[in-house]
């Protein structure tokens, strides 16, 4: 077996307008969907495209050599945007303490550090920042059905399958179903934000479970819309 290449010295650090073109090409290795112009140049600004509004952008670069071998893009998201229905049924709940989630658009790294726990410092500096907002109760994210590796790795890292949404992505004409997954932070696992169970729905963490798993249907909506198809395909995924 062909002995691993030693990983460099790492530092971390938000994307910068001149990464645009190192970002585009690792997304376009990476993923089965290819993003927009406008996409890429809203992202090395921490923009979403489109709206305009904030971006979580982390690369990890070899300290030595300033390559980027590692990146993640996430997005604050409002819980109230996400669609009335989202928190429409709990009444009482302290919205303030649990109103928004981080939602990860992407997550990669470098071929050839893989399995070298680049990936896992990414999503941990992720959620650091999740549960440093104010609001912020779950980080949650899609992953194509058929993506093995992602799917291990978010399961690792104490992310739970929520639920799986049928023709989530359109990839050179074909639907692809995706699964939810989502870590809900300890605020909401601690049970100190807690629904008005009465009714017996329980608590935050299991409401936002399944108000989660309905916003998604809602929220990448927007994302969506900044991505188009990959032509001729690709080794990538989602
Ligand atoms: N098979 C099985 N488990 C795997 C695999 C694999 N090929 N790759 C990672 N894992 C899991 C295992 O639990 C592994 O632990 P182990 O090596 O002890 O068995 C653990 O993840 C490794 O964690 P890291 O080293 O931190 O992860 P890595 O840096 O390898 O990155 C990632 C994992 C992000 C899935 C990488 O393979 C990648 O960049 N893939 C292409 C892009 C991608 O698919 N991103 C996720 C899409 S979903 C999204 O972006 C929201």
Not at 5 to 20: A, G, I, K, N
Not at 153 to 173: H, K, P, T, V, W
Not at 206 to 223: D, F, H, N
Request: hydrophobic share 40%; aromatic share 10%; net charge neutral.
């Amino acid at each position: 077996m062909a002995a691993l290449e030693p990983l460099p010295p790492l530092q971390f650090r938000s994307m910068r307008v001149e990464d645009l073109e190192p970002i585009k090409a690792l997304h376009e290795e990476w993923f089965p969907v290819r993003y927009s112009a406008a996409f890429y140049d809203a992202a090395v600004r921490e923009r979403m495209v489109g709206t305009r509004e904030p971006l979580h952008t982390i690369v990890a670069e070899d300290a030595r050599t300033l390559e980027i071998v590692g990146l993640v893009t996430a997005q604050l998201t409002d819980a109230a945007t996400c669609g009335d229905e989202l928190f429409e049924p709990a009444r009482d709940f302290r919205a303030e303490e649990c109103s928004r989630v981080m939602y990860v658009l992407t997550l990669g790294s470098a071929t050839r550090y893989r399995r070298r726990g680049i990936a896992k410092e990414l999503l941990r500096r992720c959620v650091l920042r999740a549960e440093a907002e104010a609001g912020c109760g779950a980080v949650y994210l899609h992953v194509i059905t058929y993506n093995d590796a992602a799917i291990e790795f978010y399961e690792r890292n104490d992310f739970s399958r929520l639920r799986e949404i049928a023709d989530y992505y359109r990839i050179d004409g074909a639907s692809h179903a995706c699964y939810v997954y989502a870590l809900f932070l300890s605020r909401a696992r601690a049970g100190d934000v807690r629904l008005d169970d009465d009714d017996g729905r329980g608590d935050v963490a299991s409401y936002l479970a399944s108000a989660l798993a309905r916003a998604a249907l809602l929220v990448p909506a927007a994302w969506r819309t900044c991505i188009r198809p990959r032509r001729g395909g690709g080794a990538g995924r989602a």
